[in-house]
């Protein structure tokens, strides 16, 4: 069994997620006419990628949200040819995506150092524009963080995430015992002795219709995008939201969150997952997870359980599925070596289809080499 050296907790107290930015390129210089003169360009608005900063930091050292880059010289005498204008840099957290406020897709910034041209500054004056200079582009963008970590927690609220959490990284958060318990995301970070460090995001509970935005709905499913698998959380006993809402057994809860995701973005059900079954200290929680166990080997059989828009194209399967209990610590250990082990084998694979399309290009080189000769 692996064996845990320390674990980090980090919790994100007034987290901001995203934020509306005005961005203006600079305008171009005037061009000379009696002596051809050429205007500078305009410089250009860029958002660039680094590990040390946060939307929040973002928001509070720039409170107006307007980003302007320099104009560009005159042409004059001494300087025919006028200056272009500073650039106006954005720094801005690893795992943004840039939008237009349509929601056009500008780009994405997934590793320090990554930068995106935002805002292009306007042309100087020449001749082939009677020496008038253009004005910059000017536009309102949108910078939206998706949190990038190892593992995503997916579950209804109250199936035990933010506990589980606790107990997988010896950390105290405030966990309160209402239904919508996590309402910012938090990262736990389990270190192992070999220095390998595995980071488990718990973001805000789903509840069912999140995929057409209801409770933190969008907010919640755009984080699971950038997990590298994810880890169902269900309590053993089953689920109900309110009173007034139906109770759902694990399995269909299972099956429920399955349809949120797929609905949200269909790619997601084909992530590597694994199954915690929580709370198992419950009174019949071995006669239940054997029930459940049934259930998810032949899924088919039990869909006569969920009306018919519930059931997902393609049902779930776990590399894993392990009973534990947050509470009194029960299947915690075991949990922690099935999460390294899936994370390891699915690493492995990768590394092995890397190489493999490496080799097949190389072969195809070499083949068309030989064969122009």
Known sequence: MVQLSRVLFRKYGNFVDNLRLYVRGGS?????????????????????????????????????????????????????????????????????????????????????????????????????????????QIKQIRLDLKLIADLGLVGYPNAGKSSLLTAMCNATPQIADYAFTT??????????????????????GLIEGAHINKGMGHKFLKHVERTKQLLF????????LASKTPFRSAFEAIQLLTKELELFKEELVS????????????????????????????????????????IPKNYMTFRHVVPVSALTGSGIDHLKSCIRESLDEVATMENKDVHQQRLQTLQTLKHNSHTSI
Do not use: C
Not at 282 to 303: G, I, T, V, Y
């Open 271 to 310: 992530k590597p997952a694994l199954l915690v079954v929580n709370k198992m200290d419950l009174p019949d929680a071995e006669d239940r997870f054997a029930e459940l166990k049934e259930q998810l080997q032949n899924p088919d059989e039990f869909s006569h359980l969920l009306a018919d828009d519930m």
């Open 233 to 240: 959380v269900v309590d053993v006993s089953g689920f109900q």
């Open 183 to 204: 309402l910012r995301p938090e990262i736990g970070k389990l270190m192992y002795k070999d220095y390998k460090q595995i980071s488990v995001a718990d973001l805000p």
């Open 28 to 136: 171009g210089g005037m061009g000379l006419p009696r002596l051809g003169g050429h205007g500078g360009n305009g410089g250009d608005v860029w958002v660039v990628a680094s590990k040390k900063v946060t939307l929040k930091k973002v928001k509070d050292k720039y409170p107006q949200k307007r980003f302007l880059a320099g104009a560009g010289a005159n042409s004059r005498v001494r300087a025919l040819k006028g200056e272009r204008g500073e650039d106006k840099e954005i720094i801005a957290p690893v795992g943004v995506t840039v939008t237009t406020d349509d929601g056009k897709i500008v780009g994405d910034l997934n590793a320090e150092g990554d930068r995106l041209k935002v805002a292009k500054g306007g042309y100087g004056g020449s001749f082939h524009s009677a020496f008038e200079p253009t004005k910059g």
